[in-house]
């Protein structure tokens, strides 16, 4: 399945039905009254987090949703039906997003979530509404309310535990293959990662997802390489592991080009939880890997201890690894026990459940 994680479609509740001008005619009947019914009301527009979707493919096809539109009411005081809803069913870590493709109007970030984007049109009142015992034979009766429409961007974060970064042939893959049953692209030329992957990955009885994400180099925050906005889908993450190239001539410069987008990047991700890993340590001379280690050290400002030796192709430091990306998404885990409602103009709160 083709993966795409963002859309533009186009919204549109239903309008409510008119209220119907009738009179009750019977024989024997001489002043039956007046007996119109109310219109319908328009459908409303849903959204639905669902489990088993992990992209927006269905909306490439299918752009623009409109829900039904309300009956009109009828004689004998029979109201119209409303008209029928429109739920749109997305994927975990779904953004609504304003056509501006910056405000965020709705946030789904867990299955089961669910909350009316639009609200249909009310029906109008039917002749019937309007009796009164000065007015008992009103011929006036309300059309009913149009509905909303808009245009918005649909964003998917991928939810997961743990983020991959690094420059292209770091060996992110290749780690990810060695840690879960994922089973993404691997070869020798850069980008060979061209969307985001997931994996499963399971250490002394414990799971966490980490996501595959492809790689970033000089100058990615303005559209070089595959730009960055596949670092969208590390906002969501409870760590960044960044893995860096232990057979590069400078690991330090690859650090530092890393550290630099994620911070021209915005959005938190240069303060979130990192572990770096210096990655193909099974290719370095132990006195070659010795002084890279320490250069890293000091141009990330940490210890040399704190920096990880592992090789994804041999497994050589992969658990010790695993266990420390653990730590950061053990305390996440507890912070993020509240589910916070969306933020939706006109949306009430009793469409939204958690």
Known sequence: ???????????????????????????????????????GRGGDVWFECVDGLNTLIDYRYQQHFKAGTGTH?????RSGPNGADVVLRVPAGTQIMDEDGETVLADLPKVGMRVRFLKGGNGGFGNAYFKSSVNQAPRRANPGLDGQERWVWLRLKLIADAGLVGLPNAGKSTF?????????????YPFTTLVPQLG?????????????????????HEG?????????????????????????????AAYRTIRRELKLYGHGLAEK???????????????????????????ARCRQGQIMVLSGATGLGVDEVLRTLLHPI?????ADAAVLAPNVPGAEAEGWRP
């Open 1 to 39: 399945m083709k993966f795409l994680d963002q859309a533009k479609i186009y919204l549109r509740s239903g309008n409510g039905g008119g209220g119907a001008v009738s009179f009750h005619r019977e024989k024997f009947i001489e002043f039956g009254g007046p007996d119109g019914g109310d219109g």
């Open 73 to 77: 009411g009828m004689g004998r005081n």
């Open 176 to 188: 990810l293959a060695r840690v879960s049953r994922a089973k993404p692209k691997i070869a020798d």
């Open 200 to 220: 499963v990955v399971g250490i002394d009885t414990e799971e966490f997802v980490m996501a595959d994400l492809p790689g970033l180099i000089a100058g990615a």
């Open 224 to 252: 070089a390489g595959l730009g960055d906005r596949f670092l969208g889908h590390v906002e969501r993450t409870n760590v960044v592991l960044h893995l860096i190239d232990g057979t590069a001539e400078d690991p330090s």
């Open 273 to 299: 939880p990192e572990v770096i890993g210096l990655n193909k340590a099974d290719a370095i001379p132990p006195a070659e890997l010795k002084t890279k280690l320490a250069k890293l050290a000091r141009t």
């Open 330 to 334: 053990h305390a996440r885990r507890a």
